[in-house]
Nanobody, 125 residues
């Protein structure tokens, strides 16, 4: 059974940076596309970024393009979300989720098979 654990959330000032990690245990992440989602207080959960199973295809929500970078480390069985230029609107609980894919197709934000518990990112001065 694949288990995902997010880490790296913190309180950071506007303009600051954080790197979130999504570490997997119980199985290899190799056959999974991975998505990062976030849920702000009073708002619905939204997809932020995703990466295909082989890492060749990535996607970003418009509001984070140019600021966030998703990557995956096969050896560490971990996916990262580097977040730069953080804004107060980025404040949310961030979740990673895994989507079992048979081929290295484009990643997506629905029908995820496994979810982590989330890590809180607060952007405030």
């Amino acid at each position: 059974q694949l288990q995902l654990v997010e880490s790296g959330g913190a309180l950071v000032q506007p303009g600051g940076s954080l790197r979130l990690s999504c570490a997997a245990s119980g199985a290899t992440l190799d056959p999974y596309a991975i998505g990062w989602f976030r849920q702000a207080p009073g708002k619905e959960r939204e997809g932020v970024s995703c990466i295909s199973r082989n890492g060749r295809i990535t996607d970003y929500k418009d509001s984070v393009k140019g600021r966030f970078t998703i990557s995956r480390d096969k050896a560490k069985n971990t996916v990262y979300l580097q977040m730069n230029g953080l804004k107060p609107d980025d404040t949310a609980v961030y979740y990673c989720a895994a989507d079992l894919r048979l081929i290295d197709a484009a990643c997506k934000y629905s029908g995820m098979d496994y979810w982590g518990e989330g890590t809180l990112v607060t952007v405030s001065s």
